[in-house]
Every structure is written in C-alpha cells, then in structure tokens.
C-alpha cells in the first residue's frame, strides 16, 4: 500500500560526507514520524535519527552534530545528511515511516536499504 524508495548510498572515504534520501509513496493520507534507522554487519539494528510530524528530531548520540535529519511534507520524502564519516558508520540505511493511510489505519513501513560504506 506504501512503498519507500531509498538513494544516496555510496562508497566514501572517512571525513566524506553523504546525502541520504527517501521518497515515500501511495496510498498515503498524512506521513506521521520519519526516521533512519542502519545495521551494520554482525549487529542490531538500530536507531540513527527520527523527526515527528511536527518536524522535532532526535539522534543517536553516536551520530549528533555529524548528522541532519530533515523532511519534505510534500513530497513525502525524509532525507540524511551525513557529514564528517567515520569508518563506524558503515552499514545498510534503512528508511522507517509511521503512516496514516487513506483507508483508515496506521501502519509502519520500512524501505530496502541502501548501503553506505566508509573507507579509513
């Protein structure tokens, strides 16, 4: 009913930054909470950054001051920023909306990931 259609991942030398990017589309009548999640080989996955409805954003404390978390509410989409890489933030991105569907109920989606590799 929703798909999630991620971009921006890449291979990147430490310090590089990145844009990471999520579009979300159909039967789609208000996109609630946004949020990036990644999982890195052998580990959990786990929360990178969210921004409400309202546009208040949390991060990671691994991530804070390096990374922006930003959305377009017409477009639907949420979008990255990473800047000043580090090898640790090698993993496959994962977008994560909360959705309000035109039929009525709310459900969670998660796109296919996209990968993002920092070189030392």
């Known amino acids: 009913q929703v798909q999630l259609l991620e971009s921006g991942g890449d291979l990147v030398q430490s310090g590089e930054s990145l844009r990471l990017s999520c579009a979300a589309s159909?039967?789609?009548?208000?996109?609630?909470?946004m949020a990036w999640y990644r999982q890195a080989p052998g580990k959990q996955r786990e929360l990178v950054a969210t921004v409400s409805s309202g546009d208040s954003t949390n991060y990671a404390d691994s991530v804070k001051g390096r990374f922006t978390i930003s959305r377009d509410n017409a477009k639907n989409t949420v979008n990255l920023q990473m800047n000043s890489l580090k090898p640790e933030d090698t993993a496959v991105y994962y977008c994560?909306?909360?959705?309000?569907?035109?039929?009525?109920?709310?459900?969670?989606?998660w796109g296919q990931g996209t990968q993002v590799t920092v070189s030392s």
């Open positions: 159909g039967n789609i009548y208000r996109i609630l909470t």
């Open positions: 994560n909306t909360e959705v309000w569907l035109l039929s009525g109920p709310r459900r969670v989606y």
